[in-house]
């Protein structure tokens, strides 16, 4: 049985994950998904401070980089050494994530992006001086592409199941119609949550809200700019 164009899109990778949830935000409102449609908006539009972040948005801790005096060196863009930074607050900034839309974090993944994605936390400088002596003027976690790149891979899986289910219930999706008579509609969108929560990734706190205010910001830049 031939497949939606849409699987077979977001499978080769012919579409943006932006116009594949576009698509499924549609079908979602026709079968009455609230769940389903509160997952695509947030990932088109970006997750809120009062949004609960999935965790596959989990960045993990990203290489701590300094710039600043150790002894009697002049220091620039050099690793942060071990013990820099007290482990309770290196536990915190392993639990951070990132929020933006979807095509945001398509651009954090492309090839363009070749030096990384960087956080500043600058305002640890005291605690470094305070453990190691050093002199920190500029504190920031880097992130690779290969962090996006997971990601969006975790996002991939999880719209391919949605949509090959979907396909399996109602048929071709090719003209994003759904024609609900005769379907148990409340059924299938449990079946349809089950797939998006199946690792209750989507259900656990709101990693935004880190304690203590451990970023000074949360607005991402490319190291170059």
């Known amino acids: 049985m031939a497949k939606s164009k849409i699987i077979k899109e977001i499978a080769n990778k012919d579409i943006s994950l932006e116009v594949a949830f576009n698509r499924l935000l549609i079908i979602a409102s026709d079968i009455e998904n609230h769940d389903l449609i509160d997952w695509a908006t947030n990932e088109l539009n970006g997750y809120s401070n009062n949004s609960i972040v999935p ?116 048929g071709c999706l090719d003209n994003l119609d759904i024609d609900t008579e005769g379907k148990e509609v409340e059924e299938i969108n449990k079946k349809l949550n089950i797939i998006i929560f199946e690792d209750n990734s989507i259900t656990i706190g709101n990693n935004n809200k880190l304690k203590n205010n451990i970023f000074k910001k949360l607005g991402e830049k490319n190291n170059g700019n």
């Open 55 to 170: 965790s596959y948005r989990k960045s993990g801790l990203g290489q701590i980089i300094y710039s600043g005096i150790n002894g009697a060196f002049q220091i620039t863009s050099q690793p942060l050494p071990d013990g820099a930074i007290n482990s309770d607050i290196i536990d915190i900034l392993k639990n951070n994530t990132f929020s933006q839309d979807i095509s945001t974090i398509e651009k954090f993944a492309s090839d363009d992006n070749k030096e990384g994605i960087i956080r500043d936390i600058t305002n640890l400088a005291s605690m470094v001086y305070e453990n190691t002596g050093i002199q920190c003027v500029n504190i920031y976690m880097k992130y690779t592409k290969a962090t996006f790149i997971h990601i969006l891979s975790s996002i991939r899986t999880k719209l391919l199941k949605v949509f090959i289910e979907l396909d399996r219930i109602f």
